[in-house]
C-alpha cells in the first residue's frame, strides 16, 4: 500500500509543480465544454480521497467538512478560489496522502464498509479504495491536462 500511496503523492505533486504558471484566474477559468476548471479538479481529488478512504470506514475527514462538501462528487465551482485557498488546496493535496498513511498504518479504517463506485468497481476494503485512487486520480488528471491546454490555446 506504500507504494501505491507514494507514487499517487508523486504524480500529485508533479501536477502542482506543472501548474505553476497558471494564475489564479486561470486555475478558476472554466473552458468551454466542461463544468468545472482546475482548482476544482484538484481540490475534488482530496475530497474524493477522504470520502473514499475515511467516510467510508466511519472516520472523520482530515480536511473539514465545509471543504469537503463543496469538492464532493456531483458538485460544481461555487466561484472564485481566492489565491489563498489555492495554495491550501496545493498543500492539502500533499498533506492528506501523508495523514492518511500515518492513518492507514494505525489501523483506522478496518471497519471499511464496502460500495460499488459509479465506475462499477467493488471496493471491499481500504486496500480495494487505496489500489482504486490511481484510477480516480488518472480521470481527473485527464481533465487538468485537457483544461490547461486549452486555457493556455486561448492567451
Request: one cysteine or more.
Amino acid at each position: 500500500m506504500n507504494q501505491i500511496i507514494d507514487n499517487v503523492k508523486q504524480v500529485r505533486t508533479s501536477f502542482i509543480e506543472s501548474l505553476s504558471e497558471l494564475t489564479a484566474a486561470q486555475l478558476n477559468e472554466i473552458p468551454d465544454g466542461f463544468n468545472n476548471n482546475i482548482i476544482w479538479n484538484l481540490a475534488h481529488l482530496v475530497a474524493a480521497q477522504q470520502g473514499i478512504c475515511y467516510l467510508r470506514a466511519g472516520q472523520e475527514t482530515f480536511v473539514d467538512k465545509d471543504f469537503y462538501l463543496r469538492y464532493t462528487g456531483g458538485t460544481k465551482p461555487e466561484g472564485i478560489v481566492s489565491a489563498e485557498e489555492i495554495a491550501q488546496i496545493k498543500t492539502l493535496l500533499i498533506s492528506t496522502l501523508d495523514q492518511f498513511k500515518t492513518d492507514y498504518h494505525q489501523q483506522l479504517f478496518d471497519n471499511y464498509k464496502g460500495w460499488t463506485t459509479r465506475y462499477g468497481v467493488d471496493l471491499n476494503g481500504i486496500e480495494d479504495a487505496v489500489k482504486f485512487l490511481p484510477l480516480h486520480e488518472g480521470l481527473h488528471l485527464g481533465y487538468i491536462m485537457a483544461q490547461k491546454r486549452l486555457i493556455l490555446k486561448n492567451i
